[in-house]
């Protein structure tokens, strides 16, 4: 089965640092989504792109918040700087938009934290 | 934001045992998601129910969307160890484009 692969699995860095976070959407899936889960938000909606234009960000802090997608193959998930705070786990998500609703196929997620 | 309460928090039962879990909200969705997710591992969606009404079934697991499309609820038959998880409910917007999620209910079933 296609599957929705995010790298790294889990990130452990210094506060300051520079954190990407990476996306390979299934092949021929035209919506990608950015999710972060923490225990205390639960799953909130960073942002989301369709054929690689961003069109929504409003969830992100766009201060230290970047999101991309290079290519059709590619979506990244900056911070920077990092704080403690942003530590949780981040989901990529991918689907067809041929109507509604989208289905939404998840990554794994990247478990990052932020010391 | 559009907020969606799921009820029980935390529910922990016996195999073979029915149970419900509900997903609430003030707004009205066009669409109504569930998914489960298992520790380590994304969310994967079980189903999507559209119409407000709407009833669908997989295998033991019952879905059901509000007349007024504002709630859901999720009746498992005969619960076994293996559907142990979180269950989560996401509503869409009017646009289909975003997603809020519910709070989740971690569901422990205990052979």
């Known amino acids: 089965d296609a599957r929705v692969t995010q790298t790294p699995r889990h990130k452990v860095t210094e506060m300051g640092q520079e954190v990407t976070m990476r996306c390979q959407p299934i092949?021929?899936?035209?919506?990608v989504f950015w999710y972060r889960q923490t225990m205390m938000q639960g799953l909130e909606l960073l942002a989301y792109?369709?054929?690689?234009?961003?069109?929504?960000d409003s969830g992100m802090p766009k201060d230290r918040f970047s999101a991309e997608m290079p290519d059709a193959t590619l979506a990244t998930l900056k911070i920077q700087p990092s704080e403690p705070r942003d530590s949780a786990v981040y989901f990529c998500?991918?689907?067809?938009?041929?109507?509604?609703?989208?289905?939404?196929?998840f990554g794994d997620g990247t478990r990052l934290s932020i010391l | 934001t559009q907020l969606l309460e799921q009820s029980p928090q935390f529910l922990s039962i016996q195999e073979g045992e029915n149970l419900t879990v509900y997903c609430n909200s003030s707004?009205?969705?066009?669409?109504l998601q569930w998914y489960r997710q298992e520790p380590g591992e994304g969310p994967v969606l079980l189903v999507t129910v559209v119409t407000g009404g709407e009833v669908k079934k997989l295998k033991r697991l019952t879905f059901q969307f509000g007349d007024a499309r504002k709630d859901s609820s999720l009746h498992i038959t005969a619960a076994q160890p293996g559907d142990t998880g979180l269950y989560l409910c996401a509503g869409a917007s009017n646009t289909g484009n975003q997603f809020y999620f519910g709070t989740g209910t971690s569901l422990t079933v205990i052979p």
């Open positions: 707004s009205v969705f066009s669409s």
């Open positions: 998500a991918s689907g067809l938009a041929t109507g509604r609703p989208i289905p939404q196929h």
């Open positions: 092949l021929g899936h035209n919506t």
């Open positions: 792109f369709r054929n690689r234009a961003p069109l929504d």
